[in-house]
């Protein structure tokens, strides 16, 4: 059974810092490439950051470049967002999400985590 379980959400204020992490179960972890979105109220779910396989590559959206981290524990399963310097307007719930490249493609996700930053 598949399971990306993630946690690490909370109420933050502006200018702090929160982890994310999305534990994974179910499939094998380092074969997929591992993404973080978020989805703000009336608004569509954007890519945040993505990381390959083995982490060597790691991609950001402008929003969050320079501010957030995404790193990887194959070891663990575990795939981790590392968020400074937030922002009212990274308030969101962030899902973890699962890429298979080869042939078949397919993904997964996770159920979400709220964020919410707020003085």
């Known amino acids: 059974q598949v399971q990306l379980v993630e946690s690490g959400g909370g109420l933050v204020q502006p200018g702090g810092s929160l982890r994310l992490s999305c534990v994974a179960s179910?499939?094998?972890?380092?074969?997929?490439?591992m993404r973080w979105y978020r989805q703000a109220p009336g608004k569509e779910r954007e890519l945040v950051a993505a990381i390959s396989s083995f982490g060597k590559n790691t991609n950001y959206a402008d929003s969050v470049k320079g501010r957030f981290t995404i790193s990887r524990d194959n070891s663990k399963n575990t795939v981790y967002l590392q968020m400074n310097s937030l922002k009212p307007e990274d308030t969101a719930v962030y899902y973890c999400?699962?890429?298979?490249?080869?042939?078949?493609?397919?993904?997964?996700w996770g159920q979400g985590t709220q964020v919410t930053v707020s003085s």
């Open positions: 999400n699962a890429l298979w490249l080869g042939p078949g493609g397919h993904d997964y």
């Open positions: 179910g499939f094998t972890f380092s074969g997929y490439v």
